[in-house]
């Protein structure tokens, strides 16, 4: 029983340590050509987009909740 324990204390701090999942938002999204109007904005590129599409249908938009990436300035010297 003890080690059942020690095993489930062990796990619960793995899982406690792991990153968190955020959703992917990329520039590009294909909007299938179907009845049922999926959308996918999984595409870093028109080129990707557009090589997906040419199998299935559908056709490719910029996707307008894209937000990029901050990016960060050089850093101030901490003076002490």
Do not use: H
């Not at 619960?12 to 990153?19: D, E, K, P, Q, R």
């Amino acid at each position: 029983m003890r080690i059942l324990l020690l095993v489930f204390g062990i796990s619960v701090g793995i899982v406690g340590f792991g990153n968190r999942a955020e959703a992917q938002n990329y520039p590009w999204c294909l909007i299938y050509g179907t009845d049922f109007g999926g959308k996918n904005c999984g595409f870093t590129t028109f080129q990707q987009c557009q090589a997906t599409v040419s199998g299935i249908g559908g056709f490719c938009m910029q996707n307008n909740t894209y937000q990029p990436p901050q990016l960060l300035g050089p850093r101030a010297r901490r003076t002490r």
